[in-house]
């Protein structure tokens, strides 16, 4: 059974680079260009519509000479195998945080997931648009992975719960889902409840059976993900503001031409343009959904909850991966004028 598992992953590989050669090869001779996105987000949701309108946009610009295939509801497999298969040398584009890229070998870019970080969407910008996130860019390409965008709001992160989170208390024993990335896992720790990663398409079954107690994420995500059908507390703690990044591998976007590459990076942008009006609009709608389907809508005093939060900030084996004073870096970076 190894012997047959491993000779199927060699003809994944091989099949990715010829694949990968061929949009090379496309692109030189001037011919269409085809690219997957794939995340894990659900149809009408403001990320799978500013996806739709990059895809407009990118077609606009080259004259169909590049085609996005998009592909929702994590159809085109988790975020990691996503990823996994661009390093490979695939056409494919998913979206990511700084967890996630800290586990793929940048460790300093974790810290934009550490809860409480920004205190506004505007520190968020000021630290996207800052020489350090420029340094922390060409780290990941070193890597193999280059981002598109990263001007997408994913939005505020909530906790929605099958039983009422009032206090920081009422995390002790929690069973909370949380992506599969150490930033997260730790983030959850530090606030007393028991993270639980697992595939954001695993949730909705995780809670039915009691695997997990909750799930924290954007409203758009969790209302999404029908999660308020067997979870009715959703505390509107807010304990991350989450920017998302859109990238592919560094292989297929140095196989693009020049325009194409101009094309990508600049509809990619424009998107995130779109994207963020949609889900600062989307908030107060999100909310009275919730509420119409029995959901109890709870606010905190965050304040309370960002104290709790600071014991993050030392924890060994979180600083251990950083750069010495990559807090106090990130701080000046964000409160530029």
């Known amino acids: 059974m190894k012997k047959l598992f491993l000779g199927f ?16 090869d496309g692109a030189a001779a001037g011919k269409k260009v085809v690219v997957q996105i794939g995340y894990e987000n659900n149809p009408g949701e403001p990320v799978d519509l500013a996806i739709r309108e990059w895809k407009r946009l990118l077609e606009e610009k080259t004259n169909g000479t590049m085609e996005m295939q998009v592909f929702p509801s994590s159809q085109l497999g988790t975020k990691n195998e996503i990823i996994d298969q661009m390093l490979a040398g695939m056409s494919s584009i998913t979206l990511a945080d700084g967890a996630f890229f800290a586990d793929r070998g940048v460790p300093d870019l974790g810290i934009t997931m550490a809860p409480y970080l920004f205190a506004s969407w505007d520190e968020a910008w000021k630290l996207v648009g800052s020489d350090w996130w420029a340094g922390q860019m060409k780290l990941l390409q070193a890597q193999g992975l280059h981002v598109l965008a990263a001007n997408f709001i994913y939005g505020d992160r909530h906790t929605l719960t099958k039983r009422p989170i009032r206090t920081v208390a009422d995390f002790k024993g929690l069973k909370l889902r949380v992506p599969n990335n150490i930033i997260q896992v730790k983030g959850t720790e530090v606030m007393g409840a028991s993270p639980t990663p697992l595939p954001l398409g695993e949730v909705y079954t995780a809670l039915q059976q009691g695997v997990v107690d909750g799930v924290e994420n954007p409203l758009p995500v969790l209302y999404g993900g029908k999660f308020q059908e067997v979870a009715k507390y959703l505390t509107l703690d807010a304990h991350i503001k989450l920017i998302t990044s859109w990238f592919c591998g560094e292989k297929f976007f140095n196989s693009l031409s020049p325009e194409h590459q101009k094309a990508l990076v600049e509809s990619g942008r424009e998107a995130g343009l779109y994207n963020n009006k949609l889900q600062q609009e989307a908030d107060s709608e999100y909310i009275a959904k919730f509420k119409a389907e029995g959901v109890e809508i709870i606010t905190v005093d965050q304040a309370v909850f960002q104290a709790q939060a600071k014991a993050f900030y030392s924890l060994p084996e979180i600083t251990s991966k950083w750069t010495p004073g990559l807090f106090e870096t990130v701080s000046r970076a964000k409160a530029v004028n």
């Open 9 to 24: 992953l060699v003809l994944v590989v091989a099949l990715s680079g010829l694949y990968a050669k061929g949009s090379a």
